[in-house]
C-alpha cells in the first residue's frame, strides 16, 4: 500500500518544473523553488487556522471539544477491536510484547521505548 502512494506521488511531482508560482484561493502568490520548499509552504498552509491541543485524558476536555473531537456522531469514527485481533498476534512477536508495553499497567516499560526511540522520531508535532 505504501509502495503505490509512493509511486503515485512521484508520478504526481515528475511533471513539476522549478520554479514555478503557487496562487491560493485568497490570490496569494508564492513562489517555489525546490520540492522540499513546496512541501513546507503547504504544510505551513495547511496549520493556518487550526491549533494543536494534547490531553492526557479526555477528563481534560472541555464539553464542546469533547463533543467536537469524540462524541459528534456525524464526525466520529466508531472501530471495534475485540479479543479475536488481540489474540491474532503471536505470543512470542515483537508487535505482541510492543503492544503490551505500550498499553499495559507498567510505566517503566512505556517510558523505556520513548527514552530508547526518541532520538530516532521524524514526525513529531508539539
Request: glycine letters at 4%; aromatic letters at 8%.
Amino acid at each position: 500500500m505504501f509502495e503505490s502512494c509512493l509511486d503515485e506521488f512521484s508520478k504526481s511531482v515528475s511533471g513539476l518544473n522549478f520554479p514555478f508560482e503557487l496562487k491560493t484561493k485568497t490570490n496569494l502568490t508564492y513562489e517555489v523553488k525546490s520540492l522540499e520548499a513546496l512541501y513546507n509552504l503547504l504544510i505551513d498552509l495547511g496549520k493556518k487556522g487550526f491549533s494543536i491541543q494534547r490531553y492526557k485524558g479526555l477528563g481534560e476536555m472541555n464539553p464542546e471539544q469533547l463533543w467536537e473531537t469524540t462524541l459528534n456522531p456525524n464526525t466520529r469514527i466508531l472501530r471495534e477491536v475485540n479479543i479475536a485481533d488481540i489474540e491474532d498476534l503471536d505470543k512470542d512477536s515483537k508487535e505482541s510484547i510492543l503492544f503490551e508495553e505500550l498499553m499495559g499497567d507498567q510505566v517503566e516499560p512505556r517510558k523505556k521505548i520513548i527514552e530508547d526511540n526518541a532520538l530516532y522520531v521524524t514526525n513529531l508535532d508539539i
